[in-house]
């Protein structure tokens, strides 16, 4: 009824590495009925730190069988069996693959010793293989090597069948039951309590930090989309290995989610998130005055914790918009920096000039002007509230624009008059924006009304 299985490996992932030694041990809930183990050549290196490990080295394996050799013998004594692994995710997913390189497909159910130890054993300060045994007096013998590790888990699932009171065992293998696919060390109950309505989940890691952020518009599948299918990759199998803990933040839409996502992928930074975290160099044009007196505009890339007084995407964009203000409020282009070198404005912006930079102008009359420009640039820029659906029916959730720029978001009570500006503040948090969340915002911007208000459902 029972296969239980362990492998050794070139490494942690199956897409890139091979099985080095294979050990399989029949068991029919009360007693070992048949076994089989074999070294197996991978056809590639066996790292040093491997063989370290495991005391298998190149010359072990150099007349082994290569695992197609096996497979017909491997897939016979795994089909219609129970495939159970300390840590089975890592086990089956390698054997699944070398199956099916060979022209196998295994269709098995799995069973975790790990996940089973600490249902039916709770409390334990570890779960590996070696504390486990020990605390429960399983012998266990070649540590490391496939047989050895596998007759243990064969003997310590014996143990977990007969004190399985409450089930534990049988409810992992009904149809449609998750257990199978979570990841080893991750409580069931945290997935099963997940709500499914949208937000954002955060993964963490042995030590409680975030390894990975996400937004959902249904928690509980979204979650559960992460532990289905069988992929090898590297990253996959890290992942997987690395979560300990989920948590998460309800929000009212998905508008709201996928902006909280990207605040707090920058804000934390996780391991296991790669997109969102490439650096983004955004300009703006940044205002200060000068030792004369006079206010300058100066193109920059956008630094942390600073305030533009405008932003663009691209350095060409913002050069051209920045000429436009020249000849519509008569800056001066040196100030502007956009002619550089000694002396007076030269060629066409010398009709441009009235001689701030040659302090022929007063820096009061000049710093008029420029602050013209920056009003009239500001009053280009869209203030939009986007209303919705709150979390429930005494509120609406709020996200706001103001001037172009990404204020905040938040819930609002429907007492609240949605067309006071500052009444809204008082209830939204503010967050940092970012370019991810000004294209989420843009269609929103583009729009010409001042108010963009969904239906309520």
């Known amino acids: 009824m029972y296969a239980v299985v362990d492998i050794e490996t070139t490494g942690g992932h199956a897409s890139a590495n091979g099985i080095t030694e294979i050990a399989i041990y029949l068991f029919d809930g009360k007693e070992i009925t048949q076994h089989y183990q074999t070294l197996v050549n991978p056809g590639i290196p066996i790292p040093y730190y491997i063989t370290t490990l495991t005391g298998i080295t190149n010359e072990m394996v150099a007349e ?4 197609e050799a096996v497979a017909p013998l491997v897939h016979d004594l795994l089909k219609d069996r129970i495939f159970v692994a300390h840590n089975v995710n890592f086990d089956y997913s390698f054997v699944k693959h070398q199956l099916a390189q060979s022209g196998f497909d295994l269709q098995t159910r799995k069973l975790c010793t790990v996940r089973l130890g600490r249902k039916i054993f709770p ?4 779960y590996s293989l070696g504390n486990l045994c020990r605390h429960l007096g399983v012998p266990l013998k070649d540590r490391h090597r496939a047989g050895g590790d596998a007759e243990a888990t064969a003997r310590l699932f014996g143990l977990l069948l007969a004190n399985d009171a409450e089930k534990v065992i049988a409810s992992a293998l009904k149809v449609g039951s998750k257990e199978q696919f979570l990841p080893a060390n991750l409580p069931p109950e945290q997935v099963k309590l997940l709500p499914s309505g949208p937000g954002v989940y955060y993964f963490h890691d042995q030590k409680d ?39 998460y933040q309800e929000t009212a839409t998905e508008l709201m989610a996928a902006i909280l996502e990207s605040v707090e992928i920058k804000r934390l930074w996780p391991v296991f998130n790669y ?3 490439r650096i983004e160099y955004r300009y703006g044009y940044y205002l200060f005055e000068d030792q004369s007196g006079y206010l300058r505009l100066a193109i920059e890339r956008k630094r942390k914790y600073s305030s533009p007084v405008h932003s663009f995407q691209l350095l060409a964009q913002g050069q051209q918009l920045l000429r436009s203000l020249i000849r519509q409020f008569g800056l001066c282009p040196k100030l502007c920096f956009l002619q550089k070198g000694e ?4 060629g066409i912006t010398a009709e441009i000039c009235k001689g701030a930079c040659e302090h022929k102008e007063l820096p009061e009359e000049y710093n008029s002007r420029v602050r013209a420009a920056i009003a009239f640039l500001q ?3 869209p203030s939009v509230t986007i209303l919705d659906k709150g979390r429930n029916s005494f509120e609406r959730s709020c996200i706001l624009m103001e001037k172009g720029k990404f204020y905040g978001m938040g819930y609002v009570p429907l007492a609240v008059d949605t067309s006071d ?3 809204l503040k008082a209830h939204l948090t503010m967050y940092a924006e970012n370019e991810t969340i000004v294209s989420l915002l843009r269609p929103y911007a583009n729009n010409s009304r001042k108010m ?4 309520f459902s």
């Open 123 to 126: 409390g334990l300060p570890s």
């Open 275 to 277: 997109a969102q975290k």
């Open 379 to 381: 009053e280009q820029q």
């Open 64 to 67: 082994a069988p290569p695992f």
């Open 452 to 455: 963009s208000e969904a239906p």
């Open 343 to 346: 002396g007076t404005c030269s």
């Open 209 to 247: 930090k975030v390894v990975y952020v996400g937004k959902a518009k249904n928690l509980y599948k979204r979650v559960n989309s992460h532990f289905t299918g069988h992929s090898t990759s590297r990253q996959r199998q890290n992942f997987l290995r690395n979560i300990y803990r989920i948590s």
């Open 421 to 423: 500006e500052e009444a």
